[in-house]
């Protein structure tokens, strides 16, 4: 079944550690994207990315980098991990150019807390 | 660039209408999307509706789309405790440079008893 997976769901690490999320998507799609959602819900995007080794930075700053070095796949990296990186990071693909109604499909995001 | 925005809370009586409504400024936007967040997800699409439709009816969603004053709203009939979650509108703009899709700010639904 077609899907875009997110791992881990939960990560709890100490600051200054690096650390990397990982997202997959097996419908062949090129635009990918990366969102992190305040606990007061709103969300932000941090890196999209419209094809394999295309990457650009989102409307948020971040700290984060992303690569594209497949299609299927789009890695987040903090380098080191600070509390302030405390958030919720969800990962998204579409094909919005050729089915806008199918939308964005979003992963069920990770839970990241930096202490 | 484009805004969207939601009222933050709506609370209901079980088996009584929601009413979520959005805002957004860009006329040029050609799709308009409602995503469900329940608890520790991701977005689940709802619905979506063409700018040149005024209403879209699917089982207990009906979205009504307002292009001149540029409001959407989604009404869920019969609301249930399943309903309870986070709900965002969004927007499509079709560009040269790469089609994006801006999210609301989202409406947190509660449904009481």
């Known amino acids: 079944e077609a899907d875009i997976y997110q791992t881990p769901r939960y990560l709890v690490i100490g600051t200054g550690k690096k650390i990397t999320l990982e997202c997959s998507q097996t419908?062949?799609?090129?635009?990918m994207y990366w969102y992190q959602q305040d606990p007061g819900m709103e969300l932000h995007l941090i890196h999209y990315?419209?094809?394999?080794?295309?990457?650009e930075k989102g409307d948020l700053s971040s700290e984060s980098t992303v690569s594209r070095i497949r299609t299927e796949h789009f890695p987040l990296t903090l380098e080191s991990a600070r509390p302030s990186h405390t958030s919720q990071y969800l990962c998204?693909?579409?094909?919005?150019?050729?089915?806008?109604?199918?939308?964005?499909?979003f992963g069920s995001g990770t839970r990241l807390t930096v202490v | 660039g484009e805004d969207v925005e939601q009222s933050l809370f709506l609370s209901v009586r079980e088996g009584d209408s929601s009413v979520i409504n959005c805002t957004y400024t860009?006329?040029?936007?050609?799709?308009l999307y409602w995503y469900k967040q329940e608890p520790g997800a991701g977005l689940q699409l709802l619905t979506y509706?063409?700018?040149?439709?005024d209403m879209k009816q699917d089982q207990r969603l009906t979205v009504l789309l307002n292009k001149k004053d540029k409001h959407l709203s989604l009404r869920i009939a019969d609301t249930q405790t399943g309903d309870s979650a986070i709900y965002f509108c969004?927007?499509?703009?079709?560009?040269?440079?790469?089609?994006?899709?801006?999210f609301g700010t989202g409406t947190q639904l509660k449904v009481e008893l």
């Open positions: 998204a693909s579409s094909d919005i150019s050729d089915r806008p109604g199918y939308g964005y499909t």
């Open positions: 419908m062949g799609h090129d635009k």
């Open positions: 990315s419209y094809g394999v080794n295309s990457t």
């Open positions: 860009d006329s040029s936007s050609t799709y």
């Open positions: 509706i063409f700018s040149n439709m």
């Open positions: 969004a927007d499509l703009i079709l560009t040269g440079g790469g089609n994006k899709l801006t």
